[in-house]
């Protein structure tokens, strides 16, 4: 079955630091969510990105569909950046979001 | 109310206790979703509903008990659970079931212990 690795599992950082998230996955693929949990469980959407590149104030994330990966930048991070942040795939001619095991990210204050 | 709401949104029962979960969702989503979140492992599918059919019941023991009255609200009724079903349940919907784009919006959760 289709992989869906993300890394690093977990990250510290200080406040206003800068971060790179990656998401793997192994097929092509026509539906990529990024979301955040939060502490109390609820998945805010991200981004919607199958392919190219999005900017949402500090966030942006880029799929590169080719490669089979995408990525979730954090700029100048805050303390409610904190949480598990999850890529999920559609693979193509299918109708299920597989997730990856996300990485979960504390920043200090 | 906007999005996608669940109640409730705390639930404690016995292992002989009959309760359901309810996701509703103001969005005009043709499909719907329900997953299970248990501690360190991956969000699992459980069930999905497009247009109020089940097309998908993803291995779920049958003491999980899905029901899509209409294109707007699903339940998951609950019977004879274990402690190991304790677990955060959630709701999804989208516009469609397959094809692109394909947005999924999830509501915030039913935490539930089994006793």
């Known amino acids: 079955g289709i992989q869906v690795e993300q890394s690093p599992p977990d990250l510290i950082l200080q406040e206003g630091a800068n971060s790179t998230l990656r998401c793997n996955f192994s097929?092509?693929?026509?539906?990529l969510q990024w979301f955040h949990q939060n502490p109390w469980g609820q998945l805010i959407n991200l981004f919607y990105?199958?392919?190219g590149t999005k900017q949402n104030g500090r966030l942006s994330a880029t799929t590169v569909a080719t490669e089979r990966y995408s990525l979730l930048y954090i700029s100048s991070s805050q303390t409610t950046d904190s949480g598990v942040y999850f890529c999920a795939v559609m693979i193509s001619g299918t109708y299920k979001y597989i997730f990856g095991t996300g990485t979960r990210l504390k920043v200090l204050a | 109310e906007t999005g996608v709401t669940q109640t409730p949104r705390h639930l404690v029962m016995g292992m002989t206790n009959k309760k359901s979960l309810k996701c509703e969702q103001h969005?005009?989503?043709?499909?719907m979703y329900w997953y299970k979140q248990s501690a360190k492992k991956p969000l699992e599918l459980m069930f999905v509903y497009s247009l109020e059919e089940r097309v998908e019941n993803n291995s779920v023991p049958s003491r999980f008990s899905p029901e899509c009255p209409n294109s707007s609200h699903l339940f998951l009724h609950l019977h004879t659970l274990q402690p190991e079903d304790s677990a955060l349940y959630l709701c999804?919907?989208?516009?469609?079931?397959?094809?692109?784009?394909?947005?999924?919006?999830f509501g915030p959760g039913t935490r539930l212990t089994v006793l």
């Open positions: 097929d092509s693929v026509n539906n």
């Open positions: 990105i199958p392919s």
């Open positions: 969005l005009g989503h043709n499909a």
């Open positions: 999804a919907s989208s516009q469609r079931l397959a094809g692109s784009p394909n947005e999924q919006f």
